[in-house]
């Protein structure tokens, strides 16, 4: 059995770009593996960054268990990515767009100057039929005007480089099969709240860029299979007036009675 492409390339996070670059190549070959009837699915490998996901094309990889670490000793873990930023205001959403999905019932608004990307995997299925994930996703992300760059050997060494570049601000939705999927150093597991609702919080470091932060809150689905995950992730030298945007966002998400898919 051909082994995952996130095997063969490493687990680091970032690796989702390297396989997105090759998918081009190799995705009718992918395709080509899938039973009769099947369609090798355009989706990340396990451990992509939540920036990899939505709108991204890649080869077909099955879902793999993602090792848990021992949380980060001395770490600060107040605060929404567990750096000990707290109690951060909000700020107005008067000019802010709204997005809203019926199928899984959530809605939140966002910046009307920030990207929007949405992808579903529907009707995709990997060589054995498994179900392509996340099964949907949808990202907003901030301009790429008001993000930085990775310069090596100025702001990052080669393997900071890999990792989101500075200023980066990112919400994200998606459905997938499992909790805090994605790979990197655990700085804190727990409970965390969002409309009311209790979810399961981990938050994250890049493994090679200790501050660069991605934050999952999942909520498992009626189906007992399934997950709703909230994704949060920021750059390094990101201020909190820039975070404060962003846990806005959060503080917009709504669950809603969702149609039946």
Known sequence: MRRPLSVLMGTHRWRGYVVAALAS???????????????????????????????????????????????????????????GITNLATV??????????????????????????????AGHYGPNGEPSYPLHSVSVTNPAAEQGANVPGKNCNQSSCIGPPPKMLGFYVAIWNSQCGAAGDLVVSDKWTIDGKQGSRCVLQSQNDNASRFTYISFPEGDGINFLTVSLEKGRGVLPSEQQVLETILSTFTFAVASTP
């Open 25 to 83: 190549a190799t995705l009718a070959a992918g395709a080509v593996c899938g039973s009769p009837g099947r369609q090798a699915a355009p989706t990340v490998p396990v451990g992509a960054p939540p920036s990899a996901v939505a709108g991204a094309q890649t080869v077909y990889v099955p879902p793999v268990p993602l090792v848990v670490h021992t949380p980060l000793p001395g770490a600060a873990q107040a605060g929404l990515f567990a750096d």
């Open 92 to 121: 107005s959403t008067t000019t802010w767009k709204t997005y809203s999905n019926s199928t899984y019932g959530f809605t939140f608004k966002y910046p009307a100057n920030w990207s929007l990307s949405e992808t579903d995997s």
